[in-house]
């Protein structure tokens, strides 16, 4: 499971795979954007995301190119809305109507997905309330084409906000009467801040809002005319010499810059705070958990403790993974921590979640079908390969058997002909007729319990569910004669339906699965199944090669 962060400053990702059933950080790496190829969350330089991407891929060492992709700015808009108390499969439809009311782009522009996330408690109005995330189509379109020309495939679009509930926060643990508090994480970035309020889990409001810290540097950069390498040496470091009253009065100015940046950053977090608390249904806030490359800035914690009078504390992205065999030091582990929040969140929107709820995709609907049905062709035309082997084996194997028995059926014909046709010779014909007739018994014996095989497998093929394809198959005549197909299948549903198509088949009888095991590894079906053969598909070749016709 590998989540991809596309952010201001560079580009990210980490790797988790599960170690004794425990998520465990596998590998992760960076690769630095220059200035400007992302602003505010949106793709402005293809090329310098692209080549940067396939960078971080040469040297990070990740063993599979399938990524969860993560997007968040202001072309991202999550709302909270009812719906009428409806079957699962029927709110997607119901929201193309219904979802262009609470978002301000038009709705043929967007790609939408959702979470119920409760129900009202109005027994005479019953109402789904749903958790709404929408974005601007051509911006989903445009993370997917850097990464895709990068040469990575995107297996699910994820919100990145929702990415840090997964990673800051321990699953909730829903249990009857406990005070579940409700929290609030603050994911300060280098271009965006992103505000996110979660309960249990579920996320109740979130906003990304256009200004991080990279705000902070330009503003050093452009009022103290220097270069923006230096604005950010002096933001983080608030270095100078010791008795170069210059170089003192520089840190001076540049601490005024910070404070008042970082105040103006923490002011518009208050404003979105405030807004989320108005709501009627609003839960108070209990605790705010600070993270993002921004985060480290000095004196930042302290300002958003100061301002929202609520406890503030710097979270950590290992809360919920461990860490593999990495060659990295503890320093650095703590460096990189603030930046691993959202990839690690991202990579973990691949696990079941911990609670009954469907996880959110903004990957195109039109992408996924079209994704499907290369997967299906894809199959289709393995299991028709396999199934054109089985096939020829067979019959080569039989045809091999008799092709000798044709050839001395066809010289006792020609022979007998020729008695025919010479009166004087009755005495040889009779011995003759009774070699040919030894023979057509010969014959009839060895295609007493003959199999019209080819019958049997166009049939078999023409039954096979899309989603299941043969590894093995095995046909015996022995009476009664008997088939063992071994197969696979993408869930548990294709082997009940490749069971229902064997009976629909006239040459088999009495189909069954014997064995039916699911991959620990991915989402496939291993299982064996066996029939009998009917009556059927026992062939008349017999009959032919006594007339002569075969």
């Known amino acids: 499971m590998i989540g991809l962060d596309i952010g201001t400053f560079g580009v990210r990702a980490a790797e988790i795979s599960m170690v004794k059933g425990l998520p465990t950080l596998v590998s992760f790496g960076q690769v630095v954007l220059p200035p400007g190829a992302v602003h505010a969350g949106e793709i402005v330089d293809f090329q310098a995301v692209t080549e940067a991407i396939s960078e971080l891929w040469a040297l990070g060492g990740f063993s599979s190119k399938k990524v969860v992709l993560g997007v968040a700015n202001q072309l991202v808009f999550v709302r909270q809305m009812e719906l009428p108390v409806m079957p699962v499969e029927e709110i997607k439809t119901a929201l193309q109507f219904e979802a262009g009311e609470h978002i301000p782009i038009p709705i043929e522009d967007a790609v939408i997905d959702y979470q119920i996330i409760g129900q009202n408690d109005d027994q005479e109005d019953p109402k789904l309330k749903i958790l709404l995330v929408a974005a601007k189509k051509d911006m989903i379109e445009a993370y997917l084409e850097v990464v895709e020309k990068a040469g990575l495939g995107v297996q699910t679009i994820d919100f990145s906000p929702f990415g840090l509930i997964r990673s800051l926060l321990s699953p909730p643990v829903d249990v009857l009467g406990e005070d579940i508090s409700t929290n609030a994480i603050i994911g300060v970035g280098a271009g965006t801040t992103t505000l996110v309020v979660e309960r249990n889990g579920v996320p109740l409001f979130v906003r990304v809002l256009g200004i991080g810290a990279d705000s902070i540097t330009h503003s050093i950069a452009n009022e103290m005319n220097i270069n923006l390498d230096q604005a950010e040496d002096y933001k983080r470091r608030r270095r100078f010499i010791p008795g170069d009253l210059d170089q003192k009065s520089a840190m001076a100015k540049v601490e005024s810059i910070v404070a008042r940046d970082i105040e103006s950053l923490v002011i518009g977090v208050r404003g979105s705070i405030e807004y989320y608390q108005s709501q009627l249904d609003a839960q108070p806030i209990s605790n705010i958990l600070l993270s993002g490359g921004g985060s480290q800035l000095i004196g930042l914690c302290e300002a958003f403790s100061s301002k929202l009078s609520i406890p503030v504390r710097l979270a950590s992205a290992f809360t919920n993974v461990s860490i593999g065999d990495l060659d990295i030091s503890e320093a650095e582990l703590d460096r990189v921590d603030p930046l691993l929040a959202v990839p690690i969140g991202l990579s973990l929107a691949l696990a079941p979640p911990e609670i009954s709820l469907q996880r959110i995709s903004l990957l195109p609907s039109a992408v996924s079908k079209e994704r499907l049905e290369r997967r299906n062709k894809a199959l289709l035309g393995v299991g028709l390969g396999v199934f054109t082997l089985i096939l020829l084996g067979i019959w080569g194997e039989q045809d091999l058997a008799l092709q000798s028995a044709n050839r001395q059926l066809a010289t006792l014909n020609s022979q007998n002909a020729n008695l025919e046709q010479s009166l004087s010779s009755y005495s040889g014909l009779e011995s003759l007729n009774s070699q040919i007739s030894a023979q057509q018994a010969l014959i009839k014996s060895a295609l007493g319990n003959d199999v019209a ?90 009959s032919k090669y006594m007339s002569g016709k075969l």
Do not use: C, E, H
Not at 502 to 513: A, D, F, K
């Open 453 to 542: 095989w080819s019958n049997v497998l166009q049939s078999v093929a023409s039954q096979m569910p899309s989603n299941v394809w043969l590894t093995s198959f095995k046909g015996s005549t022995s009476s009664p004669g008997t088939v063992d197909i071994v197969a696979n299948g993408t869930s548990q549903f294709s082997t009940a339906k490749w069971l229902s198509r064997l009976s629909q088949i006239p040459y088999l009888t009495n189909p069954w699965v014997s064995s039916s095991t699911a991959s620990t590894t991915s989402s496939q079906v291993n299982f064996s199944s066996t029939a009998n053969l009917s009556l059927n598909a026992v062939s008349n070749r017999a």
